[in-house]
């Protein structure tokens, strides 16, 4: 049995005991900032408490990867979404630096010393004075105006004329690989910033979603035409992962390229994925995982997988392996992409 690395104990250890250290972080905030009295609610302080959580899970994810960028890169996304909420500055470093004091007091020494070590490198995110994000629509990129007036469309509520916005462009001449990678990938990661920064809401982001999944049906009589080649990938999310349009787009430059592919879609269970490789033949498997906190049923799917009589190869993508560029490895893949193009490069490459 392999013998687990001080970082990866400390993610067990803070994983196991997540709600009670969430209940005692909490403590010392409110005391902190004087908000444990009147005026705190219970559904203020429950949100604290859930908030804390989400710190908790992200540090011990980072620790069981043993990349602090993980974490860091929440801490920074965290304080950019607070500072837009109206938040204090000081609640994200005093929330870490309590967070150091409880796990000195609740974790062995040499488990709390290596979580510490990551929550200082978070406390750097969490003091950055600039909190402003670019814009994925930068205006020297291709395609720009037309993604802008899509994502306004979609801003707008005007699913019809977003969707024929995009049908005309194709019309037109615009090839679906630039459609995909210059429209929908970066309208949609622009949604996501204007949901960090407060200035769009939940329901709006899910519905600008939705309406470009159903975009992207109604360019199936384009993909479908490519000559097939004898090739076969399932392509999926792992268990719990609700994103699925960034693996959509995967299968679908698949299918553009001639293979022959097999789209799961979301929250996919182990099991089924496994079967599903099996039935098909599937000589490439793609995992996606946008959250970090997915990544270990990553690890948990690829090693089931590997026990396979004819294991196909496997290809994992989504944020997390942006930002950590060994993760790949760390989950025991053949590879790794950082978008749609890529991954067809990449998977030609594994199986050729």
Known sequence: MAIESTARLASVAISSQKNVLATRIADGVYSQLNGGGPGCSVE?????????GFHLNYLADAL??????????????????FANLKMSPTVLPITLNVTRKVL???????????SDEYLILGLVEANQADTTVPSFLDERAPL???????????LQGQR??????????????TS?????????????????????????????EHYCTAVTQFTMSQLYPYIFTSVRKDRRMVATSVGGELHEIGIRMVADFFELHGWDTYYLGANAPTEAVVQAVAENGADLLAISATLTPHVQKVAELVEAVRTMKRPPKVMVGGYP???????WRTVRADGTAADAAAAVTVGERLVG
């Open 144 to 154: 720009t105006g037309l993604a802008a007036e899509y994502m306004n469309l979609l």
């Open 64 to 81: 069981w990867a043993e990349d602090a960028a993980l974490f860091t890169d929440y801490v920074s996304w965290v304080n950019v979404l």
């Open 104 to 114: 000195a007091d609740a974790l062995p020494a040499q488990l709390a010393g290596v």
């Open 321 to 327: 392996f942006n930002i950590s560029h060994t993760l």
């Open 176 to 204: 679906i690989t630039s459609i995909y990678l210059d429209v929908f990938q970066r309208t949609q990661q622009e949604i996501g910033r204007l949901w960090q920064l407060n200035q769009i809401s939940v329901a709006q």
């Open 44 to 52: 203020d302080r429950q949100k604290s408490e859930r908030d804390i």
């Open 160 to 173: 019809h004329a977003a969707v024929q916005l995009i049908l005309d462009a194709v019309r037109q001449g």
